[in-house]
């Protein structure tokens, strides 16, 4: 299986700022996931990051409010941008492993916009 | 459009005793994988079991068991032996299919709490 390390694992954040989430993999990998889990509600993918190639977006989810970055096969951000209390969310990055293309996931990162 | 339905918000079990929770999907596709997950309080998800859609047997993993009708397009969760740390939320999921051209995501379902009593 995959070691995800994300981070930060939580934070509290003030309206209109921007927080910046990173996902490390223990070994290559050719993509990586985002998703979102709002409060009581099941995982929504935002988007999934290619290395080297710009970032492809679900269905409501853009660029501006969730860049992206995927500089190497082994890590990924993803930013929150101008944030509202709307976006307090629990953000997880995935990435499939060899066999059998199972999703590992990592911690989470538990975010509050006040 | 893939589907997956728990129709479990929530479900309760006594310590030591087996239970099973509900998934059914829509998919027209052929190929498919299906998978559930454990989410606890700390909110990290955790991968149980997977099933392919071409696999014959059911898919087990220690206590936990894939309960595969592929006629039906059900994929239950059988836990058996309960124990308190199982008290969680559980996702089914559903992974597109590659030829989709949206390899490897997953749909979720709405998930169920499952709540292990002493």
């Known amino acids: 299986s995959a070691v995800i390390s994300q981070k930060p694992s939580r934070d509290i954040c003030q309206r209109g700022t921007s927080l910046t989430i990173q996902c490390q993999v223990d070994s290559q990998v050719t993509m990586m996931f985002w998703y979102r889990q709002q409060p009581g509600q099941s995982l929504t993918l935002i988007a999934t990051a290619n290395q080297g190639s710009e970032a492809t977006y679900e269905s409501g989810f853009v660029i501006d409010k969730f860049p992206i970055s995927r500089p190497n096969l082994t890590f990924s951000t993803l930013t929150v941008s101008n944030m509202s209390p709307e976006d307090s969310s629990i953000y997880l990055c995935?990435?499939?492993?060899?066999?059998?293309?199972?999703?590992?996931f990592g911690a989470g990162t538990r975010l509050s916009v006040l | 459009a893939q589907k997956i339905t728990q129709t479990q918000p929530g479900m309760f079990v006594q310590e030591k005793e087996a239970v099973t929770l509900d998934c059914t999907y829509d998919?027209?596709?052929?190929?498919?994988?299906l998978f559930w997950y454990k989410q606890p309080s700390s909110g990290e998800m955790i991968f149980l079991i997977y099933?392919?859609?071409?696999?014959?047997q059911n898919a087990t993993e220690g206590r936990y068991s894939l309960n595969f009708q592929k006629a039906r397009k059900s994929a239950n969760l059988v836990i058996s032996a309960s124990q308190l740390g199982d008290s969680a939320m559980y996702f089914c999921?559903?992974?597109?299919?590659?030829?989709?051209?949206?390899?490897?995501?997953?749909?979720f379902g709405s998930g169920t709490q499952l709540t292990v009593l002493p």
């Open positions: 998919t027209s596709d052929q190929s498919y994988g």
């Open positions: 099933q392919g859609s071409y696999d014959e």
């Open positions: 995935s990435v499939s492993g060899r066999a059998k293309n199972i999703q590992y």
């Open positions: 999921a559903m992974r597109r299919p590659i030829s989709s051209g949206s390899a490897r995501q997953l749909t």
